[in-house]
């Protein structure tokens, strides 16, 4: 079958055959005995019949690398491990999101097992911002801490933690994009240094966290500190690591794969009270996957950063009682539905602000409102670059001073545009990373800012007003079978840099289609062969409108090609294969 263009499909999307060789997805599907679909899918993704093995089940064993390839990690392993030997009171710094919540939980548990008195602390969005600041820093110091580690933080904080000479001690474990030398600490643990030849800065800062430990144990093993005794259980920790991968929106390629692989076993145990409150108050009830830990766990914890108390999701992770943490995850959760209600408030004002800038000719969106909150800026930002595929900023004004985060599209560096405006002094605070990025500016200077971004991000002008749908292949109605849909998922997790595979099911009709869920956002769908035959159930989600939705839902219409994604379905104890519906095109 032909593709059609993004005049055919209704979303206007342009849907993209995925190109593979196919003597590499056969030389796969030989070599390990896997059906040829599988092999050609592993062919598209860039594997070879060498690696495939190792993508198909990641084990850290195959792909942890030597901490040590990260400059400064050494130093900061041993400064640790001095730290646990003296019983040290070490401060734990943290960030207000996910990666910071499980890199500090990471950090402090390690820590705390070790025999170490840890002051975990997550600064105040609003009234401290982002990083490290001095007032904080001193306090934790005045408590006793002798040493303080900055988690998903500090690479940009080099005049702050300056203020902590011959107070205290600090290491810095980040991966935020540096531009310049590291700041003057003991040691700057961060594959985004400019001088890290370690090539990790794909990882996200709980990863980076992680590693961390297992030099640390490794140090404190040669210096015989475990004899007689038991090293700390770091595998079990690769829960979080997962969590903050997924969430941070790091590539889900290589060591990323295997962490988020591995954890999410670790995950399915449910040993981590918190974790398992979280997912309860979630409703999660099928075995978790990286959908989980992205749209179940991460916006829930992300919440208390967003609009409660900025170090409830630490305090959840930490969380050794289940009645407490049960209270922690139901908390979170309310928190939650606050977060979607004032987001719910924004959100249609900045998408008609931001379809108007892209009419206009703008490269990237900057939308900013006075009174918006800061703490759900960067998910409007997500949402808008999500619908647009464009760059996109979000800002709340407040006494004449815009605080905003921003997401961009794969092959857009919005952390480098964004590190640039400030070095340029049109912004008074800003950095990040590739995907997403944060910042400060007087509102005066909004236009000033809006313009750099088009001038430095001038090639979103050049992507397609949707992202283009890549398709693996075609399969019908009768084909999309149990087995089927269980090849598929040895593919997960699914992410960036591996996506779910995307399946056309040709010429099909709609037999039957009715809203279900709350608010009528998800509609259920019986697909049939053109001329007629076994019905296939399907579903589309966030269909409340748009030209696919009124495809589904309109009756004896005419045939289509639909393209989704064939996953497995529980229910009640009886399994079946689904389509998730993505989209459609007219024949």
């Known amino acids: 079958m032909s593709l059609p263009g993004s005049s055919g499909s209704l979303s206007g999307r342009r849907w993209v055959w995925r190109e593979a060789e196919d003597r590499v997805g056969l030389g796969i599907a030989q070599r390990l005995g896997v059906p040829e679909i599988l092999g050609r899918m592993l062919a598209m993704r860039g594997i070879g019949v060498e690696a495939a093995s190792d993508f198909l089940t990641p084990t850290l064993r195959a792909l942890l690398p030597d901490p040590s390839v990260l400059i400064d990690m050494d130093v900061a392993a041993d400064r640790l491990a001095h730290a646990v ?128 430990c297992v030099a640390l144990v490794r140090s404190l093993r040669r210096a015989g500190h475990f004899a007689g005794g038991s090293e700390p259980d770091l595998l079990g920790l690769l829960d979080m690591v997962a969590l903050a991968s997924v969430c941070d929106v790091m590539p889900l390629v290589g060591l990323n794969r295997a962490f988020v692989y591995q954890g999410l076993k670790v995950l399915a145990r449910r ?52 009645l407490d943490a049960g209270k922690l995850a139901q908390t979170l959760d309310g928190v939650n539905r606050e977060r979607q209600q004032v987001e719910a408030e924004m959100l249609d004002a900045a998408m008609e602000n931001a379809a108007a800038q892209l009419a206009a000719g703008h490269a990237a969106v900057l939308v900013a409102g006075d009174g918006w909150h800061a703490g759900v800026v960067g998910i409007v930002a997500s949402r808008i670059k999500e619908k647009f595929n464009r760059p996109a900023c979000v800002a709340g004004i407040t006494d004449g001073l815009a605080k905003g985060s921003g997401r961009s599209v794969a092959g857009l560096d919005l952390g480098a545009a964004v590190i640039a405006a400030r070095q340029s002094g049109i912004l008074k605070t800003g950095g990040g990373h590739a995907m997403a990025a944060g910042f400060s500016l007087p509102d005066d200077q909004l236009g000033a ?139």
Not at 140 to 168: E, F, H, K, N, W
Not at 284 to 292: F, I, L, N, Q
Not at 293 to 314: K, S, T, V, Y
């Open 85 to 212: 030997r003296q019983g040290e009171t070490v401060a734990v710094f943290g960030d207000y999101d996910v990666d910071g919540a499980c890199s500090a939980a990471i950090m402090t548990r390690v820590l705390r097992d070790l025999g170490c008195t840890v002051l975990p602390y997550v600064p105040d969005r609003l009234s401290e911002g982002y990083g490290p600041n001095l007032p904080a820093l001193l306090r934790l110091a005045a408590a006793g801490a002798s040493l303080i580690i900055c988690v998903d933080c500090g690479t940009a904080a080099g005049s702050v933690l300056a203020g902590l000479r011959g107070i205290a001690d600090a290491i810095v474990l980040d991966h935020h994009k540096a531009e310049g030398p590291p700041p003057d600490v003991v040691a700057t643990v961060n594959p985004n240094r400019l001088d890290c030849p370690s090539g990790l800065g794909h990882l996200c800062a709980g990863a980076i966290a992680f590693l961390t």
């Open 271 to 322: 040993d981590r009270p918190g974790l398992a409150a979280l997912m309860d108050a979630a409703g999660v009830k099928d075995r978790p996957s990286a959908m989980t830990l992205g749209f179940a766990l991460g916006p829930r914890i992300n919440a208390g950063g967003r609009i409660g108390e900025a170090d409830m999701g630490l305090r959840l992770l930490l969380a050794a009682d289940a």
């Open 449 to 587: 800012f809006h313009a750099f971004l088009d001038d430095r991000l001038a090639a979103a002008r050049l992507l397609p007003g949707a992202a283009d749908l890549m398709i693996e292949g075609s399969v019908a109605v009768g084909g999309v079978t149990e087995e089927l849909a269980e090849q598929l998922a040895r593919l997960a997790p699914f992410g960036p840099g591996n996506d779910e595979p995307t399946l056309v099911l040709p010429r099909v009709r709609v037999a039957r289609a009715d809203r279900i869920g709350k608010e009528g956002a998800t509609i259920r769908v019986f697909l049939e062969p053109e001329g007629g035959g076994t019905r296939l159930k399907s579903v589309m989600f966030r269909a409340k409108d748009g030209p696919v939705a009124e495809a589904l839902l309109l009756r004896g219409g005419p045939p289509l090609h639909v393209a989704g994604h064939v996953r497995m379905e529980h229910w009640n104890g009886v399994s079946s294969a689904n389509f998730i519906i993505q989209d459609a095109a007219n024949i």
